[in-house]
């Protein structure tokens, strides 16, 4: 399979796109770590072997052929972070999970930019009542973040929960979309 690849610089820092002719496969960001302090700092993995990770366990082999940041999905994905939040709805994506994954992963995708659900609200529509930490799991290993918007999911408190790409991220994206949320945590954690 024939993926195509870029790294693209947002306000949430790099991310690392991949997509075949039909879909976007997967969507990364550089991880960070965040502290019990108000302190966070970047740790440099590089999301590019992950990428080749992720797509070769869920596709097989695949062939990575780098592409403008300006390419394929790009365009769209920086007319959202200028602020036209409804550009990534057209974004077709190929997850290739289980069918709960999927279930939960189409889910997502249905929450409109400015809303938020629960981990429970979230299984529930996917008919598994009762099934929050399923569906936490699931929401934890979405292979395309931000397109298909796992940051949408906030605690039963209506406060921000973990997110792969750390709550800085998180809250950023959140407010981006104008969504409420309860926001606890310290004034001086800022996003990079």
């Excluded at 695949?62 to 365009?75: D, K």
């Excluded at 036209?84 to 289980?98: F, H, R």
């Excluded at 209506?158 to 959140?174: A, D």
Aim: some cysteine; glycine content about 10%.
């Amino acid at each position: 399979m024939k993926i195509r690849w870029a790294r693209m610089e947002t306000p949430v820092g790099p991310i690392v796109v991949a997509w075949s002719v039909h879909a976007v496969v997967f969507l990364d960001m550089e991880a960070i770590v965040e502290r019990q302090s108000w302190k966070t700092r970047m740790v440099r993995e590089e999301p590019e072997a992950r990428m080749k990770s992720s797509l070769e366990k869920r596709f097989g082999g695949v062939e990575l052929i780098p592409a403008s940041s300006t390419a394929g999905p790009m365009q769209k994905l920086a007319r959202y972070f200028a602020g036209d939040v409804a550009a990534l709805d057209a974004i077709a994506v190929n997850t290739a999970g289980t069918p709960f994954q999927e279930k939960i992963w189409k889910g997502l995708r249905r929450i409109p930019a400015g809303k938020t659900l629960t981990y429970g609200e979230i299984a529930t529509k996917a008919g598994r009542p009762g099934a929050a930490r399923g569906a936490g799991g699931a929401v934890g290993s979405n292979p395309i973040a931000i397109i298909i918007p796992c940051h949408r999911i906030i605690g039963a408190n209506e406060r921000l929960t973990g997110f792969g790409g750390g709550l800085v991220r998180k809250r950023w994206l959140l407010r981006h979309e104008g969504a409420t949320f309860r926001d606890d945590s310290p004034k001086q954690l800022q996003l990079l």
